[in-house]
């Protein structure tokens, strides 16, 4: 069975910093590109950062870009969300995927597996 696990989410304050991580199982995602997405109460989910399989091509959705640092352990099957500098707004639901392409990608239609989310809340 083919899981992806997030973990790391939580209760800061605005300004700090959290650390996602998305550990997966059942198979092997390191010729895959994998993501991070987010959804806020009452907003669909967005696009938050993707990175390709070797690790060499990122992208991030602007609303995060010089904040949140995404990256990858192949040898681990885990993905990383590095966030600092959080604000208000960042708070959501974050959603690791999996994607079927090998290269960074931001449209959801490309991801075909998905976590369960992790909780990440910022306080003003």
């Known amino acids: 069975q083919v899981q992806l696990v997030e973990s790391g989410g939580g209760l800061v304050q605005a300004g700090g910093s959290l650390r996602l991580s998305c550990a997966a199982s059942g198979r092997t995602f390191s010729r895959n590109a994998m993501g991070w997405f987010r959804q806020a109460p009452g907003k669909e989910r967005e696009f938050v950062a993707t990175?390709?399989?070797?690790?060499?091509?990122?992208i991030y959705a602007d609303s995060v870009k010089g904040r949140f640092t995404i990256s990858r352990d192949n040898a681990k099957n885990t993905v990383y969300l590095q966030m600092n500098s959080l604000k208000p707004e960042d708070t959501a639901i974050y959603y690791c995927?999996?994607?079927?392409?090998?290269?960074?990608?931001?449209?959801?239609?490309?991801?075909?597996?998905w976590g369960q989310g992790t909780q990440v809340t910022v306080s003003s």
């Open positions: 995927a999996a994607s079927v392409r090998m290269s960074v990608s931001g449209a959801q239609y490309d991801y075909d597996y």
């Open positions: 990175i390709s399989w070797s690790g060499g091509n990122t």
